[in-house]
């Protein structure tokens, strides 16, 4: 099932998420729905505060990136079909000297921004299959995981973009929260309650 993608604006967004129990209901459901989800927005990651749940869950599959510029044969091989669901994580360390990428967000539609992030990225997570594992990544996978574990904590990349930069796109995210937004894809747009 194909479930609307919650929209910048949205305090689920900016939540810091909590972690679940093996015993999580629908939980293999939920992660289907996920993938679809992701699939038919053509991105490369998800996380769960996207679908307007609060958990520490995400998912990454980086097939689409794998036409990127500038890519060695090595990480082409390991991006291609690099599919993976990351259940209550945490990074462990980042390592190395920062590097820019243009980044954009399913949120956040239309903007794209340099993001810098360092290149390495440790992290412990269990699997689908409620494995425990802790694995170093580092390119282009290392920073999606580093962009879906940002959610999960609350953060979103606009958040990491220089003080020039967000005051050009303010107008533009404001935009968005209302709900003027161009997306090929079903958002779900924040309505707050109206005080009695
Ligand atoms: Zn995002």
Known sequence: MILPIVAYGDPVLRREAEEIGQDYENLSVLIDNMFETMEQANGVGLAAPQIDLSIRLFIVDTTPFVDSKGLSEEEKNEMNG???????????????????????????????????????????YYNREWQLIEKTFSGLIARVIQHEYDHIEGVLFTDKINALKRRLISRKLESISKGIVDANYQMKFYKPRKAK
């Open 82 to 124: 690099f599919r993976e669901v990351f259940i209550n994580p945490i990074v462990i360390e980042e390592e190395g000297k920062p590097w820019a990428f243009e980044e954009g967000c399913l949120s956040i539609p239309g903007i794209n921004e340099d993001v810098r992030r360092k290149p390495t990225v440790t992290i412990e």
